[in-house]
């Protein structure tokens, strides 16, 4: 598509459920990066792909965070036992390989009941 | 690992008059920098971005930049501000051997009529 691509905009789980957020990237575009921007904040980097590979997760904050990317498109970012701490719009982007052209996505909200 | 702030958390001015947003970047070496700009509920929009070259960037909407490596900073302007650019605007750094962007928090730009 046009730009990056996120589903669902919004999400409400429970504490304790699983939730999977997805990300298009636009076409082409080989790196692939997960941001979480919690309110009153700047983007906080989590995981960064580049092909199908996580080059680094550094910023992953625990084991119950998780993110793909089988075939070095879209990629799923899945969360574990949700906690209320997890509430926050987590955005995706992605930049050709050999460029830094950023660009994100509008994000998907989640909130943590 | 480089790093960036943002001094100012929120600046009000008045339309028409000039502005300037604040960033400093902590980097060992010549970075990549990036002002995107956030309105209420949307995504990161790319103002503009330093590679190399010329330290004084031009960007969209009437928007520039100055690198100024001595003081590590890389300071926003716009000669006449519109009430349409109240929004949020975050710098980034991007070290030259990785990939994975870093923001500061951010400052809040409110336009009075």
């Known amino acids: 598509g046009a730009g990056v691509s996120q589903t669902p905009s919004n999400k409400v789980t429970e504490k304790g459920k699983y939730v999977e957020l997805r990300c298009d990237p636009i076409s082409g575009h080989t790196a692939l990066y997960w941001y979480r921007q919690s309110l009153g904040q700047g983007p906080e980097f989590l995981i960064y792909f580049q092909g199908t590979?996580?080059?680094?997760?550094?910023g992953l904050p625990n084991d119950r965070f998780f993110a793909v990317r089988?075939?070095?498109?879209?990629?799923?970012l899945k969360i574990q036992r949700t906690e209320r701490g997890d509430s926050a719009v987590y955005l995706c982007a992605s930049s050709p390989r050999d460029g830094y052209g950023y660009t994100f996505g509008s994000g998907t909200r989640l909130t943590v009941v | 690992a480089q790093s960036v702030t943002q001094p100012d958390i929120h600046i009000t001015v008045s339309e028409g008059a000039s502005l300037e947003l604040?960033?400093?970047?902590?980097?060992?070496?010549?970075?990549?920098?990036?002002w995107y700009v956030q309105s209420p509920g949307q995504g990161l929009q790319l103002l503009l971005k330093y590679f190399s070259g010329d330290t004084l960037v031009q960007g969209i909407k009437g928007f520039e930049a100055e690198f100024k490596r001595s003081q590590s900073s890389f300071n926003l302007r716009k000669?006449?501000?519109?009430?349409?650019d109240a929004a949020e605007y975050f710098c980034a750094v991007v070290g030259y051997n990785n990939n994975d962007m870093r923001f500061g928090a951010g400052t809040r730009l409110t336009v009075k009529p």
């Open chain 1, 53 to 58: 590979g996580a080059a680094d997760d550094s």
């Open chain 1, 70 to 76: 089988p075939e070095g498109s879209v990629s799923t």
């Open chain 2, 22 to 34: 604040r960033c400093n970047y902590s980097y060992g070496a010549t970075p990549y920098l990036f």
């Open chain 2, 79 to 84: 000669p006449s501000v519109h009430w349409s």
